[in-house]
């Protein structure tokens, strides 16, 4: 039975990844247009000559929660909105399913949780996600000024849903954001991704 | 509330009119949702039996409602062997102990037990794409120590795009503990706080700590109600399988081969690492030749390939777990080791003490006594001594110098061609050996290597003056290398691996080793009565020292096997004997002893032994003289000429350290179809070989914007260049030629 499932979980796999590609680091970052939670339209050519910050979240995802309860995520979305990077938060979760929220909900999380994005993406339909190929929930990308994609992986180093854990991580996304605002070469620029799956 | 309960006692509870000591766990079934309420003291326990079962009796009847489970027990009360269920959201634990009293010494095995609700999971060691593994730390008493997770053969959740890997049901995640032989308490409290996260589409993170305390006894206890739990837990771990694997990520693929002889069925694997293979993406299994060839993408997130991994394979119902070494791609990886600070000094020190010990060895030995003995001649100049002495160290250190710049020089000519100074090649190999059996031989007697150098030394070291013991110093090292080479070799193993200046650094320190028993001599007179007198005890020395000689040579015969088979060792083992024999011809002829030719009977013998060497067939060779008729070796030439000839060529560019590239070979381009696919359509078939780096490969290569192998180039009169994907299966190559065939006569 375990086998019969993983065969055809693999075939299915393998139909379905055949056609989404990784981006890749240093090659130009997939474009999208989305509407956010005040109903504006938003694409990556808007923003050209910026760094922008991409973040996939779902509120309800322990791992999500685990950065958003330190106070993690609104710290580094004020730290780089200051420094004139754009913030995007990303929902791709479909509707039904975990993290899918309405306009409304979208703002209102944003106010109770002091949350500081340039804007909250809803990309239901999960088409922004999968050009990204986006898997879980932290999963932070950074695209440069130029529009090359500069980072993608996780937020940090230690893959748990505890946030007594972020003092003692690598804090990847910090580190590589900093960087690009530098203008230095990102010292890691791929690391592991770890949350919730997103609920495409 | 109705529910519905089944008590299960043990016999001698049963036995028993009143039950004592009950802990009952009753399983409420509510909506569908199980929920563990646990009663301590529950209130039947302090029932009669025949209560106890009317009351149940009663409950039957209420049957219709719901269905239960479940269970249980009955215990000493201050040791137990389970913690008993703890429910968690969406999941209950529990910590179950094989033995519920353990005696000092003993290793036993404790469970976690983790029956997550249906169709919720917790995670394996590797999560796949998403997830958290599951995690336990231990509080124990000094002294317990306890194995990290044997972990169960996982099961693969398939949530497109992403793939995770875990378990589903009942899941019996065993722990070795070991108890100390001097363990003096008379309880053990195993404390465990397990934290894990389950899913099901939405994700629960989770922790607790359990604690069991057992009780320490002079005799172990069993805990007989859990034995088909621990049993469930060892059969639902994969196999250990002692197979030689090793594996690659190698531009874009991950790639393992399993030596195995018995065609081991393998339908599915799992890499317990988090970031080598793309998960989600299919698998490629095949059988060649004895191996199991394993391939999937490598993962998009892919960091770093550690030594070692672990691999499970699934085989219909059973699996296996083997562990991979990683193959490094190429020699020059291998050649730039780490330097470390407190390697070098370790180094220079066993180096010194090396070249100190070189002055024992017969070939030295009597250089060092007549110096001692000029020295000791001249006890009245002892100004002169020290000039001396410092000459002779400083001839040391030159050779030695020379010795060093010589090595570097032939290093940096090799790592030009990519010959990263290993025992790749065959001819070098069997080379060796004949050196090294060449020296043992010499060492036991047999000949004299080197005899008119050492008393060339001798008469120099007679001489007086400066320059007299600067030579004497320079002929010591050479007469010496008879019986240096394996102080020498340790010496070459670090400093071949290793920049120009610390490779230098070390041999001078085995030249300063050498030298400095003359050094000592001329600043104190006592050493030189402490020297022992030269005399037999050296020859038997010498001659104990020919036997790990011998073992050297075995050993790279052995290596030769390993490379060029077993025909090719039995011919380096004739050229061997030749050798033999030419030496002691030599050597009795040294002696004054045997007949007139014997001298040029004894070179004809050694120039056979190298004839043999020379004509050695390695088995690949002979395998690929049998493949000629399917390929020829590629060329810039050779391919200008086809295309220029509006022919249709496929290009394949490989390496012998390439797995990827070996795997392609053998499962779509050596097969019959595709020979015949080939011939079909007329394509030339040039295969390159980069093992060595050849410069016009490169070229080749990056005119592709490719800085490593496999490519695999496709030409087509008329058409743009196509670049076959890095991963082939046996049919790529037929349907891409069909296809280029169809489209080519269409337009």
Same mark, same amino acid.
């Given at each position: 039975?375990?086998?019969?499932?993983?065969?055809?979980?693999?075939?299915?796999?393998?139909?379905?990844?055949?056609?989404?590609?990784?981006?890749?680091?240093?090659?130009?970052?997939?474009?999208?247009?989305?509407?956010?939670?005040?109903?504006?339209?938003?694409?990556?050519?808007?923003?050209?000559?910026?760094?922008?910050?991409?973040?996939?979240?779902?509120?309800?995802?322990?791992?999500?929660?685990?950065?958003?309860?330190?106070?993690?995520?609104?710290?580094?979305?004020?730290?780089?909105?200051?420094?004139?990077?754009?913030?995007?938060?990303?929902?791709?979760?479909?509707?039904?399913?975990?993290?899918?929220?309405?306009?409304?909900?979208?703002?209102?999380?944003?106010?109770?949780?002091?949350?500081?994005?340039?804007?909250?993406?809803?990309?239901?339909?999960?088409?922004?996600?999968?050009?990204?190929?986006?898997?879980?929930?932290?999963?932070?990308?950074?695209?440069?000024?130029?529009?090359?994609?500069?980072?993608?992986?996780?937020?940090?180093?230690?893959?748990?849903?505890?946030?007594?854990?972020?003092?003692?991580?690598?804090?990847?996304?910090?580190?590589?954001?900093?960087?690009?605002?530098?203008?230095?070469?990102?010292?890691?620029?791929?690391?592991?991704?770890?949350?919730?799956?997103?609920?495409? | 509330?109705?529910?519905?309960?089944?008590?299960?006692?043990?016999?001698?509870?049963?036995?028993?009119?009143?039950?004592?000591?009950?802990?009952?766990?009753?399983?409420?079934?509510?909506?569908?949702?199980?929920?563990?309420?646990?009663?301590?003291?529950?209130?039947?326990?302090?029932?009669?039996?025949?209560?106890?079962?009317?009351?149940?009796?009663?409950?039957?009847?209420?049957?219709?409602?719901?269905?239960?489970?479940?269970?249980?027990?009955?215990?000493?009360?201050?040791?137990?062997?389970?913690?008993?269920?703890?429910?968690?959201?969406?999941?209950?634990?529990?910590?179950?102990?094989?033995?519920?009293?353990?005696?000092?010494?003993?290793?036993?095995?404790?469970?976690?037990?983790?029956?997550?609700?249906?169709?919720?999971?917790?995670?394996?060691?590797?999560?796949?794409?998403?997830?958290?593994?599951?995690?336990?730390?231990?509080?124990?008493?000094?002294?317990?120590?306890?194995?990290?997770?044997?972990?169960?053969?996982?099961?693969?959740?398939?949530?497109?795009?992403?793939?995770?890997?875990?378990?589903?049901?009942?899941?019996?995640?065993?722990?070795?503990?070991?108890?100390?032989?001097?363990?003096?308490?008379?309880?053990?409290?195993?404390?465990?706080?397990?934290?894990?996260?389950?899913?099901?589409?939405?994700?629960?993170?989770?922790?607790?700590?359990?604690?069991?305390?057992?009780?320490?006894?002079?005799?172990?206890?069993?805990?007989?109600?859990?034995?088909?739990?621990?049993?469930?837990?060892?059969?639902?771990?994969?196999?250990?399988?002692?197979?030689?694997?090793?594996?690659?990520?190698?531009?874009?693929?991950?790639?393992?081969?399993?030596?195995?002889?018995?065609?081991?069925?393998?339908?599915?694997?799992?890499?317990?690492?988090?970031?080598?293979?793309?998960?989600?993406?299919?698998?490629?299994?095949?059988?060649?030749?004895?191996?199991?060839?394993?391939?999937?993408?490598?993962?998009?997130?892919?960091?770093?390939?550690?030594?070692?991994?672990?691999?499970?394979?699934?085989?219909?119902?059973?699996?296996?777990?083997?562990?991979?070494?990683?193959?490094?791609?190429?020699?020059?990886?291998?050649?730039?080791?780490?330097?470390?600070?407190?390697?070098?000094?370790?180094?220079?020190?066993?180096?010194?003490?090396?070249?100190?010990?070189?002055?024992?060895?017969?070939?030295?030995?009597?250089?060092?006594?007549?110096?001692?003995?000029?020295?000791?001649?001249?006890?009245?100049?002892?100004?002169?001594?020290?000039?001396?002495?410092?000459?002779?160290?400083?001839?040391?250190?030159?050779?030695?110098?020379?010795?060093?710049?010589?090595?570097?020089?032939?290093?940096?000519?090799?790592?030009?061609?990519?010959?990263?100074?290993?025992?790749?090649?065959?001819?070098? /190999?069997?080379? $060796?050996?004949? !050196?090294?059996?060449?020296? %043992?031989?010499? @060492?036991?007697? &047999?000949?004299?290597?080197? +005899? #008119?150098?050492?008393?060339?030394?001798?008469?120099?070291?007679?001489?007086?003056?400066?320059?007299?013991?600067?030579?004497?110093?320079?002929?010591?090292?050479?007469?010496?290398?008879?019986?240096?080479?394996?102080?020498?070799?340790?010496?070459?193993?670090?400093?071949?691996?290793?920049?120009?200046? /610390?490779?230098? $650094?070390?041999? !001078?320190?085995?030249?300063? %080793?050498?030298? @400095?028993?003359? &050094?000592?001599?001329?600043? +104190? #007179?006592?050493?030189?009565?402490?020297?022992?007198?030269?005399?037999?005890?050296?020859?038997?020395?010498?001659?104990?020292?020919?036997?790990?000689?011998?073992?050297?040579?075995?050993?790279?015969?052995?290596?030769?096997?390993?490379?060029?088979?077993?025909?090719?060792?039995?011919?380096?083992?004739?050229?061997?004997?030749?050798?033999?024999?030419?030496?002691?011809?030599?050597?009795?002829?040294?002696?004054?002893?045997?007949?007139?030719?014997?001298?040029?009977?004894?070179?004809?013998?050694?120039?056979?032994?190298?004839?043999?060497?020379?004509?050695?067939?390695?088995?690949?060779?002979?395998?690929?003289?049998?493949?000629?008729?399917?390929?020829?070796?590629?060329?810039?030439?050779?391919?200008?000429?086809?295309?220029?000839?509006?022919?249709?060529?496929?290009?394949?560019?490989?390496?012998?350290?390439?797995?990827?590239?070996?795997?392609?070979?053998?499962?779509?381009?050596?097969?019959?179809?595709?020979?015949?696919?080939?011939?079909?359509?007329?394509?030339?078939?040039?295969?390159?070989?980069?093992?060595?780096?050849?410069?016009?490969?490169?070229?080749?290569?990056?005119?592709?914007?490719?800085?490593?192998?496999?490519?695999?180039?496709?030409?087509?009169?008329?058409?743009?260049?196509?670049?076959?994907?890095?991963?082939?299966?046996?049919?790529?190559?037929?349907?891409?030629?069909?296809?280029?065939?169809?489209?080519?006569?269409?337009?």
């Amino acid at each position: 039975m375990k086998l019969k499932q993983l065969i055809s979980a693999l075939a299915l796999a393998g139909t379905v990844t055949a056609v989404a590609a990784a981006p890749q680091v240093g090659a130009p970052a997939p474009d999208f247009t989305v509407i956010d939670s005040h109903g504006q339209t938003h694409s990556l050519a808007d923003f050209a000559g910026k760094n922008v910050i991409l973040e996939w979240t779902n509120h309800d995802c322990p791992f999500v929660v685990k950065h958003y309860v330190s106070d993690n995520m609104q710290g580094l979305q004020q730290h780089f909105t200051e420094e004139e990077t754009v913030w995007l938060t990303v929902i791709s979760s479909k509707p039904g399913s975990q993290g899918h929220v309405s306009p409304e909900q979208a703002n209102e999380l944003t106010a109770s949780r002091s949350a500081n994005p340039s804007a909250v993406l809803l990309d239901e339909a999960g088409t922004m996600g999968r050009a990204y190929d986006a898997r879980v929930t932290p999963h932070m990308y950074v695209i440069g000024g130029d529009g090359n994609l500069l980072y993608m992986g996780g937020i940090d180093s230690i893959p748990t849903a505890n946030p007594e854990d972020i003092p003692k991580a690598d804090a990847y996304l910090a580190n590589a954001g900093n960087e690009v605002l530098a203008g230095q070469p990102v010292s890691n620029p791929v690391t592991r991704p770890y949350g919730c799956s997103i609920k495409y | 509330m109705v529910f519905h309960c089944i008590f299960l006692v043990q016999k001698r509870a049963l036995l028993c009119n009143r039950i004592y000591h009950l802990t009952i766990q009753l399983i409420f079934y509510k909506s569908g949702r199980s929920q563990v309420v646990s009663l301590d003291p529950p209130p039947m326990a302090w029932r009669t039996l025949d209560q106890c079962i009317n009351n149940y009796l009663a409950i039957m009847k209420l049957r219709h409602y719901l269905c239960a489970w479940l269970l249980l027990l009955l215990t000493v009360p201050a040791h137990a062997v389970t913690t008993g269920f703890k429910q968690a959201p969406h999941i209950q634990v529990e910590l179950v102990s094989q033995y519920q009293s353990v005696s000092p010494g003993q290793s036993f095995l404790v469970a976690l037990h983790l029956l997550p609700q249906e169709h919720w999971h917790t995670y394996w060691l590797n999560p796949g794409d998403s997830g958290m593994p599951t995690s336990i730390q231990w509080q124990l008493p000094d002294g317990v120590e306890v194995s990290g997770i044997q972990w169960p053969t996982p099961e693969a959740f398939s949530i497109p795009p992403l793939m995770n890997y875990g378990f589903e049901g009942s899941t019996v995640l065993l722990s070795e503990v070991q108890v100390p032989a001097d363990y003096s308490g008379t309880s053990l409290l195993l404390k465990a706080n397990a934290s894990w996260l389950v899913c099901e589409e939405i994700c629960i993170p989770g922790d607790m700590t359990l604690e069991l305390p057992l009780a320490v006894a002079r005799q172990a206890v069993p805990s007989e109600p859990f034995q088909a739990l621990i049993a469930q837990g060892k059969a639902s771990q994969p196999v250990s399988l002692q197979r030689t694997a090793s594996y690659q990520v190698q531009d874009g693929v991950f790639s393992a081969v399993i030596e195995s002889k018995d065609d081991l069925l393998v339908d599915a694997f799992f890499v317990a690492a988090t970031d080598l293979v793309e998960h989600a993406r299919a698998q490629e299994i095949s059988w060649q030749d004895g191996s199991l060839l394993l391939r999937q993408p490598q993962n998009t997130y892919f960091h770093q390939a550690p030594d070692q991994i672990e691999m499970v394979l699934i085989s219909g119902s059973q699996s296996f777990v083997v562990q991979a070494q990683r193959m490094d791609a190429g020699s020059a990886a291998t050649v730039t080791a780490e330097f470390g600070l407190g390697a070098f000094m370790l180094a220079l020190l066993l180096a010194a003490g090396g070249g100190l010990i070189l002055n024992l060895m017969p070939c030295v030995f009597p250089v060092l006594s007549l110096k001692a003995i000029s020295l000791a001649n001249n006890s009245g100049d002892s100004a002169r001594q020290k000039r001396d002495a410092w000459s002779y160290t400083l001839g040391v250190l030159a050779m030695f110098a020379l010795l060093a710049l010589v090595l570097i020089g032939l290093r940096a000519a090799g790592a030009a061609v990519g010959w990263g100074f290993q025992l790749q090649n065959p001819w070098l /190999v069997g080379g $060796l050996a004949y !050196l090294f059996f060449a020296l %043992g031989l010499s @060492l036991s007697g &047999l000949v004299q290597f080197g +005899s #008119r150098l050492m008393q060339l030394g001798s008469g120099l070291g007679q001489q007086q003056g400066a320059k007299g013991s600067f030579f004497t110093g320079v002929l010591a090292v050479i007469v010496a290398s008879p019986c240096t080479a394996p102080f020498m070799g340790a010496a070459l193993g670090y400093a071949v691996t290793q920049s120009a200046p /610390v490779a230098l $650094l070390v041999f !001078l320190a085995l030249g300063f %080793g050498m030298a @400095l028993p003359f &050094l000592l001599l001329a600043y +104190s #007179r006592r050493m030189a009565r402490l020297l022992p007198k030269p005399g037999a005890w050296m020859d038997t020395l010498k001659q104990w020292l020919a036997y790990p000689l011998y073992l050297t040579t075995v050993w790279l015969l052995w290596v030769l096997g390993r490379q060029a088979g077993v025909d090719a060792q039995a011919l380096v083992l004739v050229g061997l004997v030749c050798l033999a024999a030419a030496l002691w011809l030599f050597g009795r002829h040294q002696l004054g002893l045997g007949f007139r030719l014997a001298p040029q009977l004894s070179w004809a013998l050694a120039l056979l032994a190298l004839l043999l060497l020379v004509v050695l067939q390695p088995q690949q060779g002979s395998q690929s003289s049998s493949t000629q008729a399917h390929w020829e070796p590629w060329s810039p030439a050779r391919l200008a000429e086809l295309t220029t000839e509006q022919q249709p060529v496929l290009v394949n560019m490989t390496a012998d350290w390439c797995i990827t590239c070996l795997v392609n070979e053998r499962v779509a381009l050596n097969t019959d179809s595709s020979r015949q696919a080939l011939q079909d359509y007329g394509v030339t078939y040039l295969k390159g070989d980069w093992t060595l780096r050849d410069a016009d490969i490169s070229i080749y290569l990056q005119s592709y914007q490719r800085d490593g192998v496999p490519l695999y180039v496709l030409y087509w009169p008329g058409k743009e260049p196509l670049v076959l994907p890095q991963i082939l299966t046996p049919n790529t190559l037929r349907d891409q030629l069909a296809q280029l065939a169809a489209t080519s006569s269409d337009g």
